[in-house]
């Protein structure tokens, strides 16, 4: 019986990995979603597209970073 490379099974890439956890912490946290709109007066504006996908990117990096242990 011939044995089978286990490095092609299951292997997963870095960027792969750092996206679960990009989705999953901003899922968590609520990062890069809309501010939910209420009646009375707000602390501040909401925050513009081009923010959340800053937000977003930013968070990206560092999930990268912490997957690759940097």
Avoid: W
């Avoid at 299951?10 to 989705?23: C, F, S, T, V, W």
């Avoid at 009646?39 to 912490?66: I, M, N, Q, W």
């Amino acid at each position: 019986m011939e044995s089978v490379n286990p490095a092609g099974l299951g292997a997963r890439r870095n960027e792969d990995i750092a996206l679960d956890l990009l989705k999953f912490v901003a899922g968590t946290t609520g990062v890069g979603r809309a501010a939910v709109t209420s009646t009375g007066f707000s602390g501040s504006a909401a925050p513009k597209p081009d923010e959340h996908v800053t937000e977003l990117l930013t968070l990206y990096g560092r999930c990268l970073k912490a997957v690759q242990g940097q």
